[in-house]
């Protein structure tokens, strides 16, 4: 034990480590990375947090668990998702800790390749068997005719597609902390569960626009001659082509779903990741460590990927942070065009659509509110983008 | 590295015998007046051109050559010092030999096997063999790996040793380069310049190769480092019997270091002699330029060396038109007629067997009887 | 020293520099002095704080971190410490001059040189552009530009790197300093384009009569081209005398230890004496004198350990920070009593 300890303190910091303690220094990126951690909490927990359904509820003296037998497949797999990406966090602090520097990253990449394995087969399976129930039992109706007792409902207990047409385009009350929409659902209720589509919004679309990036750059990048100069022609091309009405005509001639819309905001994306992997490469391909790579004669696979992509793939790291806040401003302007989910799916873009209603009136919180949660996670988005990039900052590599 | 390569002794010897003997002729137009497997490394009119590229279509407008026509070899266990100012292209023998850079023209052969027409399988082989020690001692380690893996990894890739074997390999590695055991879970930028060029050299004798390129690998430290790192260098010479082809841009550190001296100017040898001949006696004019500018250290109270050199004038011609004629014309101060028209030869001149000069204005080798 | 030969005197200037990961002492009580037409050498291995003390002098230690905390620079007479930043402008450029390392980046690549000398001798001098031109194609000249009719109208760019350092200097001499800072003005050159800097270096000294402060790692070009040498290492001043005099007879271990290191020409002699171990970190200094640990003395001594010591005057002309400053033939009986071995132990 002793022997093991000592070993310990011979540990080195790696990148990693140093960009983290570069990173926490400033307290304004702690804040906002606060931030979007606590938004992705209320993004999981959200039915938790709005439902009209009641956690527990008596009826004629048995208790029933509404919440938990609504709950579908999708829910069922964003915990899961979730349970296991707080678990890959923990096991990463426990790599520093415990797992020898050298073998490390193949550690990492082990766990990794597991956890995804685990999602999903986990996804696939909760699709096929958690079945689709619909359940329009009004509980508060049946609390408030004494049919039901003991009822333990949500804190914010409204429905988001629960309409209510009596108490449409209410402003903020005690009743309503946001307020109402144009069919009286809550505004409390459908920011929160809109969190869900803008946050996923952004991590899918960028999660793929980054692959694609990767892979073309590293392609560009690494072979060079006519097959970057044919490759980039494209690359050019499509960056002359506006991103955003290309994506509302495509939008236009696809079904309005969240995945649609998430996949064309990822294929139309990537050009700008690919113009960074592939110019990191080729400054990578002349530096004397990968030099010294083929030097050595090491394969190919262990120069790309051992070598060169670590290196490299830290700007498109950040790079990805500012996309993300750049798709959930993109959706949220798709929704706010119309182009965006199909209602009664609340998104933060479309809510903001409804600000002037029908009627002619401006509804100040319906415009406010949605705005201020665009606002805020787009600007702690970048902030946390900033922040990663000065913490990477070459100079750390030198020191 | 446990195991201790069994020759040492006989490769100092042969090496002493070597610098008596001076180089001998390896002329590419005269390959068969030496017995080729003599030489480690066999290097013949090598010939490296770069394209000049330049508009919307790319085409070639011209070339850099930036080495053209260079031929030296280095028997096993010897040293030889390539010496030129920045540009002059030893930086791209070394990457040329290698096959980091691609030649146009020439033959490299290595332990008799053609280096510039193997196909890859061979050509990681023959890297296996020689490898490289960097100038810069921050650009030329992985930042992301531990040093443990960056030593290791080549003795992992071709399954020399793994697991227990493998930590085994790279402690005895990391003792021998002197850094401590404990080292081998750190990261590079833990280290400072000396340390760092330390772990480039345990990299490089991790597969044991025959033959190791040092492209200025003190250039970049300081003073106290620099000597620790050439005093290593020098002992696992002596205690692997390794040959080295080093490259540096000071005259006194190459001096101290190889065997076999060739002065670079221009993508070409304007010199090559051994060590001991070309110190006590330079006969090209930039050789001697160059010597006479180094600044000296003079351990004596004498007057000053103030006003004693003779400074070379002007500065080296831009690669893309070099001069017409000798490449060193416009600089040398004994140019004339034939120089600005003809290139000159690499020649054997000067007093001693071995000692080549490319000048035209050099004197006529000396046929004196030495017993 | 003769106080009225004096251009320069530098009192126990100390400067810090304030970081996250705490005081880093970059100059620690440093004291020299510069006479008129002297070239004075600041010598040491990077990091040891010699540009820092340049940058004290024209009072450009970048701050807010690092700041002069102590001591006092005297030059012609007047405090520039307790100087106004006004009056230090009027100071910089004009009576004292610096030039760096870096000839690729110390020019401003829009415009053309002969721009970048007008301005700084119409900044400094009352001149007609025509006039201020004219002088700079005549700076050119001085400087051994061939051609500088045509070159003054050129861009730094299509210089080479010892054409670019002659630019640099004419920019510097152009308004006749009395001192010129050096900082490492042929580090990034080539042995024979540094050997034409430093013989230029030398003419402008004889034509100007002015002082230079020449701060290099280089001790041949200090041999070479230095009047006197103040030897520094991690952020102190460890000897200072006559050039020819501490070449021939260090006194500091330190020093001698850096002159048996170098290889020289014509030493082929089987290994080289090294200094053991790194230069310590500036947050974390040894206690004691800094050099101990890698002294062959103070590794074992007890005083080297616990206290430093202070820059004094062992015999007329030569100061040392050293307990046990000793010449060669003492250090050689020394190590004949107890053989030290050269042996390699860092980190």
Redesign the interface.
């Known amino acids: 034990m002793s022997k093991q300890t000592q070993a310990k303190s011979n540990w080195g910091t790696s990148y990693g480590e140093l960009v983290w303690r570069e990173f926490a220094?400033s307290r304004l990126s702690i804040v906002c990375l606060s931030f979007i951690v606590f938004l992705f909490a209320v993004a999981i927990l959200a039915p938790f947090l709005a439902n009209d359904k009641p956690f527990v509820i008596r009826i004629d003296g048995q208790l029933h668990f509404p919440i938990f037998r609504n709950l579908g497949a999708s829910d069922y797999c964003i915990f899961l998702a979730a349970v296991v990406g707080c678990s890959q966090l923990l096991l990463i602090k426990r790599n520093h800790r415990h797992v020898d520097p050298s073998i490390r990253g193949a550690a990492l990449w082990r766990q990794i390749c597991i956890s995804s394995s685990i999602i999903l087969i986990g996804v696939i399976l909760l699709f096929v068997f958690v079945p689709r129930r619909l359940d329009a039992t009004d509980y508060k109706a049946m609390v408030a005719c004494r049919q039901a007792t003991d009822a333990i409902f949500a804190p914010i207990p409204y429905g988001y597609a629960r309409t209510n047409l009596k108490l449409r385009e209410q402003p903020p009350s005690w009743e309503h902390l946001l307020g109402t929409d144009d069919v009286g659902s809550d505004t409390l209720c459908r920011l929160i569960h809109g969190s869900r589509i803008s946050l996923s919004v952004g991590f899918v679309a960028v999660g793929i626009s980054t692959v694609i990036g990767i892979l073309v750059g590293a392609i560009l990048g690494y072979f060079g001659g006519k097959v970057d100069f044919i490759g980039m022609r494209i690359v050019e091309i499509m960056m002359a082509i506006p991103a955003f009405f290309l994506i509302i005509t495509i939008v236009a001639f696809f079904a309005r779903s969240l995945l649609n819309i998430m996949i064309i905001i990822g294929i139309t994306s990537w050009t700008g990741n690919a113009r960074f992997i592939r110019a990191e490469f080729f400054k990578l391909r002349k530096q004397d460590f990968v030099q010294a790579a083929v030097s050595l004669g090491l394969p190919l696979r262990s120069i790309l990927f051992r070598h060169m992509l670590p290196n490299g793939i830290a700007p498109v790291l950040v790079n990805a942070t500012f996309g993300i806040a750049g798709a959930i401003f993109i959706e949220a302007a798709l929704s706010f065009l119309g182009f965006g989910v199909a209602p009664p799916t609340p998104s933060w873009g479309q809510m903001l659509s409804l600000g002037v209603s029908t009627t002619g009136r401006f509804l100040w919180w319906l415009t406010l509110f949605p705005g201020l949660a665009i606002f805020f996670t787009v600007l702690a988005y970048n902030l946390v983008g900033e922040a990663l990039r000065d913490a990477i900052d070459p100079k750390l590599r030198t020191r | 590295m446990t195991g201790k390569v069994a020759v040492p002794a006989t490769a100092k010897r042969k090496r002493r015998k070597n610098i008596e003997q001076g180089i001998s002729n390896v002329e590419a137009k005269v390959p068969n007046m030496v017995n080729t497997n003599d030489y480690l490394l066999r290097v013949a009119g090598l010939k490296t051109y770069f394209p000049v590229k330049k508009g919307l279509l790319q085409r070639t407008i011209g070339y850099v050559k930036a080495v053209d026509g260079i031929s030296f070899g280095i028997q096993a266990g010897q040293t030889l010092g390539l010496v030129g100012?920045?540009g002059c292209g030893k930086t791209t023998v070394a990457r040329s030999i290698v096959r980091l850079v691609p030649a146009t023209e020439g033959s490299v052969v290595f332990d008799q096997t053609d280096v510039l027409s193997a196909d890859r399988v061979k050509l990681r082989e023959l890297r296996r063999q020689i490898s490289l020690i960097f100038q810069d001692p921050f650009g030329s380690l992985n930042p992301r790996m531990t040093v443990g893996n960056i030593i290791g990894e080549s003795l992992k890739v071709q399954k020399k040793a793994a697991g227990s074997e493998l930590i085994e390999r790279v402690t005895a590695l990391l003792s021998k380069v002197?850094?401590?055991p404990d080292?081998i879970n750190r990261y590079p930028h833990e280290?400072?310049g000396?340390?760092r060029q330390?772990i480039s050299v345990a990299r490089a004798l991790a597969l044991e190769p025959k033959l190791v390129i040092c492209d200025e690998p003190v250039s970049a430290l300081?003073?106290?480092?620099?000597?620790?790192i050439?005093?290593?260098l020098?002992d696992l010479q002596d205690e692997f019997g390794l040959t080295f082809l080093f490259i540096a841009?000071?005259?006194?550190?190459v001096?101290?270091?190889c065997d076999i001296v060739a002065v670079m100017y221009m993508g070409k040898i304007v010199e090559r002699a051994a060590?001991e001949e070309l110190?006590r006696n330079p006969l090209h004019p930039y050789t001697r330029?160059?010597?006479?500018?180094?600044?000296?250290?003079?351990?004596?109270?004498s007057p000053?060396?103030?006003g004693r050199?003779t400074?070379?004038?002007g500065?080296?011609p831009s690669a893309l038109n070099p001069p017409a004629g000798c490449a060193f014309h416009p600089r040398c101060p004994l140019a004339e007629g034939v120089c600005l028209k003809q290139m000159p030869v690499l020649e054997e001149k000067g007093d001693y067997e071995g000692h080549f000069v490319a000048c035209w204005k050099c004197q006529k080798k000396l046929i004196i009887d030495n017993g | 020293m003769n106080d009225n030969g004096t251009l320069l005197s530098v009192e126990d200037i100390s400067t810090h520099f304030f970081t996250?990961e705490g005081v880093v002492k970059a100059v620690q009580d440093v004291s020299f002095a510069i006479m008129k037409g002297q070239t004075f050498a600041l010598v040491g291995?990077?990091g040891c704080g010699k540009s820092v003390t340049a940058l004290s002098i024209m009072r450009l230690v970048p701050e807010p971190q690092g700041k002069i905390v102590s001591g006092e620079i005297v030059f012609e007479g007047k405090k520039l410490l307790s100087l106004s930043e006004k009056g230090m402008r009027q100071i910089r450029g004009n009576e004292i001059a610096m030039i760096f390392q870096e000839p690729m980046t110390s020019l401003n690549p829009v415009y053309t040189v002969g721009n970048q000398i007008v301005e700084a001798i119409k900044l400094h001098q009352k001149k007609s552009t025509s006039q201020a031109w004219s002088d700079a194609v005549e700076m050119l000249r001085r400087v051994g530009i061939s051609d500088p009719q045509q070159r003054v109208r050129e861009y730094p760019h299509q210089m080479?790197g010892?054409?670019r350092q002659r630019i640099m200097i004419a920019m510097a001499v152009s308004c006749e300093p009395v001192l010129l800072i050096a900082d490492e003005p042929t580090t990034a050159l080539?042995?024979?384009?540094?050997?034409?800097i430093?013989?230029l270096l030398?003419r402008l000294q004889e034509q100007n009569g002015m002082s230079i402060l020449l701060i290099t790692?280089?001790?041949?070009?200090?041999?070479?081209?230095a009047d006197d040498v103040a030897v520094m290492y991690a952020s102190r001043i460890v000897e200072v005398a006559e050039?020819?005099?501490l070449?021939?007879e260090p006194l500091h271990p330190y020093t001698q230890?850096?002159?048996e290191?170098?290889?020289?020409?014509?030493?082929?002699a089987?290994?080289?004496?090294?200094?053991?171990g790194?230069?310590p970190e500036p947050l974390h200094f040894p206690a004691g004198c800094k050099f101990h640990p890698r002294c062959p003395v103070g590794r074992e001594d007890r005083r080297c350990q616990t206290v430093e010591p202070k820059l004094r005057e062992v015999r007329p002309g030569r100061c040392v920070a050293c307990w046990y400053a000793r010449d060669r033939r003492q250090r050689a009986e020394d190590r004949r009593q107890s053989p030290e071995s050269a042996a390699?132990?860092?980190?």
């Open positions: 220094k | 100012e920045s002197g850094l401590s080292h280290f400072s000396g340390q330390r300081d003073v106290s480092i620099q000597s620790q050439l005093n290593l020098k841009h000071d005259l006194a550190v001096e101290f270091f060590k110190y330029a160059l010597m006479s500018s180094i600044p000296q250290v003079e351990r004596d109270p000053s060396r103030r050199r400074t070379l004038g500065e080296v | 996250e291995e990077s080479s010892g054409m080539d042995v024979t384009i540094q050997a034409q430093l013989d030398d790692h280089d001790l041949g070009v200090v041999a070479e081209r050039s020819r005099q070449f021939a230890g850096l002159l290191s170098l290889p020289r020409l014509g030493i082929t089987g290994r080289l004496q090294t200094i053991s790194t230069v390699v132990d860092e980190g």
